[in-house]
């Protein structure tokens, strides 16, 4: 089974790459960003919830959100892996879903991290918040604080997936069709 997390700041192009992923090795994909949107669009008490500290730029807490990813996992029983895209965000995720996988008989395959330059990925979260309406992605204040919430929060992860030999770093500059080659070089030589 494959199982990877898809890594990388606001605006690297996780959710074009995971697309691509999706199509080639079948995977299934889990966006917390998606699954908090869903909720939040339906008026749920996590979307609420959610809403309240995604709005001020901040990450929602790990008990929601590991709980929630949780669900959906179980919700998916014949697949031949996952892509985790937005997760784990801590290294407190990271562990809570590596015990979580654990307990299914899983493990995480690989941390695919795509890394770009801050200044291109404030040049493509304001492009996208014209293309696809998302107005978080058009203040710049929200976007400098998801930028450095992202530095000091979550790329800590990346130390963690060092450890275990499951961390690899892809030039997330060039086309879409450029990255899209490196990554597959990668979870290729992994699989």
Request: proline share 4%; glycine share 10%.
């Amino acid at each position: 089974m494959l199982n990877l997390v898809l890594f990388g700041p606001p605006g690297a192009g996780k959710g074009t790459q995971s697309q691509r992923l999706i199509e080639k090795y079948n995977l299934v994909h889990l966006s917390t960003g998606d699954i908090f949107r869903a909720n939040i669009g339906g008026g749920t008490d996590l979307g609420k919830l959610a809403k309240s500290y995604m709005d001020k730029g901040q990450l929602v807490p790990d008990e929601v959100t590991i709980n929630m990813l949780e669900s959906e996992v179980n919700k998916h029983s014949d697949v031949k892996g996952f892509i985790f895209d937005g997760f784990p965000r801590t290294e407190a995720q990271a562990k809570a879903l590596d015990a979580f996988l654990e307990g299914k008989g899983m493990s995480i395959s690989g941390m695919v991290a795509l890394d770009v330059p801050e200044e291109e990925l404030k040049e493509r979260l304001k492009k996208r918040a014209i293309d696809s309406g998302r107005t978080d992605d058009a203040n710049p204040e929200i976007i400098n604080n998801r930028i450095a919430v992202y530095k000091n929060e979550t790329a800590p992860v990346k130390s963690f997936y060092e450890k275990q030999n499951k961390y690899y770093a892809i030039n997330g500059l060039g086309s879409i069709e450029e990255i899209t080659s490196r990554i597959f070089e990668v979870i290729d030589a992994i699989n």
